[in-house]
């Protein structure tokens, strides 16, 4: 008996490979890592959404400065900051529709100044396109401190902080990145520089004996400074390459606006803004560098204030 269960047994285990090699033979057996790979793809899509690793992309350059992403090190810091901003999908859609409003105003002065048109993503990454303020004091969409403000001739006081005013920060901007090239000699250094003063990067540069952003050790700000403004240079360049869908007109527009000169000192800009048929939240929206509710102009100075043309904004009834 124990000889024909062992006769059958072995009958059994020969026809079972038979049937495994036929079935790899035809293709219908898959190995393990493949039975692996399928789960593992339907583990990770729920609802059709599924996170990916992003490729990195090609010919990548700072303002036509090429970026050596050969270097591994460069590679992982590139991709860290491509990967950040690819999935905070609310803050990339956000800057998105902001850019759609005011890279208008500021890509034809930064052609003005001979600027490459790339630093407009540093004024992205800078303040978000908002007119924030930092810890440090820096204001408005290019983070002017209030010396560098007063230093390039800004007007900064308790009425006024043109550090607001979009189109004259940006002309600072463009005036220090031109002097910050022409110290270090190339446009990559200018962003660095930008973020850490010149005075810091130069000390920097000299203590570790080496003339090339790529190759300083930064702190953590400006070591990802420059990498930060090219993730969102590429994304804003691809935005559908990196899954964000939008319509046209769910962008934001910029409100086209007629300028009104005040040589006067005015007293209420609430019933300022009447006059033009607005109110005084969509004047000061207008003119963020109007600081107060009122203008002392004792000298009689000229101020430009922008007010919008008629039907865009509709009264509250």
């Known amino acids: 008996m124990k000889i024909l ?8 285990l020969i026809a079972i ?21 399928k789960a593992v793809s339907k583990e990770n899509s729920v609802g059709g959404y599924n996170i990916s690793a992003l490729e990195m992309p090609v010919n990548l350059n700072f303002a036509g400065e090429t970026v050596p992403i050969e ?26 529709k902001r850019a759609n409003k005011y890279f208008p105003v500021i890509e034809p002065i930064l052609k003005e100044y001979g600027i490459p048109d790339d630093f407009k993503y540093l004024a992205v990454i800078e303040s978000g396109l908002t007119q924030v303020v930092s810890p440090a004091g820096a204001v408005g969409f290019w983070q002017i401190m209030e010396g560098t403000g007063k230093d390039f001739n800004l007007e900064i006081n308790d009425n006024i902080d043109e550090r607001y ?7 600072v901007a ?3 990145l031109l002097a910050s090239k022409k110290r270090f000699g190339t446009w990559t ?13 130069l000390r920097q540069l000299e203590r570790q004996e080496v003339s090339n952003y790529y190759d300083l050790l930064l702190g953590e700000e400006t070591g990802r400074y420059v990498f930060r403004i090219l993730a969102v240079k590429e994304i804003l360049k691809n935005p559908h390459k990196y899954g964000f869908n939008f319509n ?20 209420n800009f609430a019933a300022f803004a009447q006059k033009f048929e607005i109110n005084y939240k969509i004047l000061k929206i207008h003119n963020p560098w109007l600081r107060e509710a009122n203008l002392t102009n004792s000298k009689g100075k000229i101020y430009n204030i922008e007010i919008p043309k008629k039907g865009y904004y509709q009264p509250t009834k």
């Open 17 to 37: 490979c038979a049937i495994c090699i036929q079935a790899v033979q035809n293709g219908s057996l898959k190995s393990d890592s493949e039975v692996a790979s």
């Open 5 to 12: 269960k062992i006769l059958l047994m072995s009958i059994g």
């Open 165 to 171: 005013h979009i189109e004259k920060s940006t002309r």
């Open 248 to 267: 046209e007109d769910q962008l934001y527009k910029n409100i086209p606006t007629y300028s009104v000169n005040v040589d006067s000192s005015v007293s």
């Open 189 to 201: 250094m200018a962003a660095a520089a930008y973020n850490a003063g010149n005075t810091g990067v």
């Open 71 to 96: 270097n591994p090190d460069i590679y992982e810091r590139m991709d860290r900051e491509l990967l950040v901003n690819t999935y905070w999908q609310s803050n990339a859609l956000l800057l998105i």
């Open 174 to 176: 463009c005036e220090y």
